[in-house]
């Protein structure tokens, strides 16, 4: 494959990362576990921070004794999205702060190549995003609707941009930008370099234990950001 030594691809999480939807999609799924299956759901048990809607569907239809069918979470995650629609406009949430000058900033750099790298199903991605007046940053990205490991989503996003740009980014020129462990192995599973931000469930010192190359406490200091990820090798 062709390589352009030039640019970098950067990779984006959602939740936590770009925004907090002020849990309204944690709701969602309890709205989605009541209209689909008549189940009150209270989450309990079940692992959010980090991981695919589809592992989070097939993790409550398991707890709640039904069968984890491709069409049961299916039918869950269709209830999700319609009730997601509803409660994005009743919770307070917000961009993260600096994301939003940060991204203007590299969306106009000739030398970089912004995608979204998230365990969101992409219409999922696509309502939290255009809500919060960010989704026209990302020409592409890995959802999980690729994948519900998500770990496997690195190599979904690499060749996606390829098939897009017609070169490849060779890893040491890829950043995955995530606020949780699971993004940091995410980006080291494709060699990519992690850029761990501190604006979700974990704190910085929780997050450095798992050795991401950059860690910021958020984006707001967008000099100091562009400078280390930028800086001459």
Not at 108 to 116: F, I, Q
């Amino acid at each position: 494959m062709e390589t352009n030594l030039s640019r970098r691809l950067l990779l984006f999480d959602i939740d936590g990362t770009l925004l907090t939807s002020a849990r309204a999609g944690r709701q969602a799924l309890i709205d989605g576990m009541q209209s689909q299956f008549g189940i009150k759901e209270d989450l309990a048990g079940v692992s959010l921070a980090g991981a695919t809607d589809g592992a989070i569907a097939k993790a409550l239809l398991a707890k709640n004794g039904i069968p984890v069918t491709q069409e049961n979470a299916a039918c869950l995650l269709e209830g999700y999205l319609r009730h997601l629609s509803e409660r994005i406009r009743c919770h307070p949430g917000n961009l993260m702060p600096g994301v939003l000058e940060l991204l203007r900033h590299l969306c106009l750099r000739p030398d970089c190549v912004l995608g979204l790298l998230t365990g969101n199903l992409e219409r999922g991605a696509k309502i939290k995003l255009t809500f919060y007046g960010a989704w026209h940053f990302f020409v592409f990205g890995a959802f999980a609707d690729d994948h519900d490991n998500r770990n496997e989503l690195g190599n979904v996003a690499r060749v996606r941009a390829y098939k897009i740009y017609g070169f490849e980014f060779p890893p040491e020129h890829i950043y995955v930008f995530g606020d949780t462990p699971s993004d940091i192995h995410c980006g080291k599973a494709i060699n990519a370099r992690t850029v761990a931000v501190a604006t979700g469930e974990y704190s910085a010192e929780e997050l450095s234990q798992f050795q991401p190359d950059f860690l910021f406490k958020n984006l707001l200091d967008k000099r100091r950001v562009l400078h280390l990820l930028f800086r001459p090798e």
